[in-house]
């Protein structure tokens, strides 16, 4: 018998949001102990709130703007023990439900009232330079074009 004790936690299901408008993606402005990184704004999913209401309101509490949700793009797991982060994440994992949304004002978009830990603000990132920018998952930077976004398939599996 191991002297370990490994810590199970629920899978945590999460709702975020791919915002694009005039060439530019919106995203929140992290910083960690290697510098600043952007992630997709969202967020865990509260019991008795549907995927769509959790965007809605992980958008609201991160960049200060409500969002109009479209349809699913793709879901995505993140298990932190497979990643980068596992010094960090090593019992974390979540399943990602990532939805296209619309801002009606662009210009109305502020760091939000309760940001997450380790977000210092929220950028707009042009699509053209997603490639050099320290973005996760990185997995799906190849996805971005000049026009928006195109997925290939709706379930992208584990994956930073």
Not at 28 to 46: C, T
Not at 115 to 133: F, K, R, T
Request: net charge neutral; proline share 6%; with cysteine.
């Amino acid at each position: 018998m191991s002297d370990t004790v490994t810590t199970i936690r629920p899978i945590r299901p999460a709702a975020r949001a791919v915002v694009i408008h005039d060439g530019r993606l919106l995203a929140a402005k992290m910083r960690d102990r290697r510098g600043v990184y952007y992630i997709l704004p969202g967020g865990g999913q509260r019991p008795g709130e549907t995927l769509r209401e959790a965007v809605v309101r992980e958008c609201m509490e991160e960049c200060g703007v409500e969002v109009e949700v479209q349809e699913l793009l793709y879901v995505r797991e993140y298990i932190g023990k497979n990643h980068s982060f596992s010094d960090r994440h090593a019992a974390f994992h979540q399943l990602e439900h990532v939805f296209r949304c619309r801002v009606r004002d662009p210009h109305a978009v502020v760091p939000g009232g309760n940001c997450d830990n380790y977000q210092v603000g929220v950028n707009w990132l042009a699509l053209e330079a997603m490639a050099s920018i320290r973005f996760y998952p990185e997995s799906i930077k190849p996805f971005f074009t000049a026009d928006g976004i195109k997925v290939p398939r709706v379930y992208l599996g584990d994956c930073n």
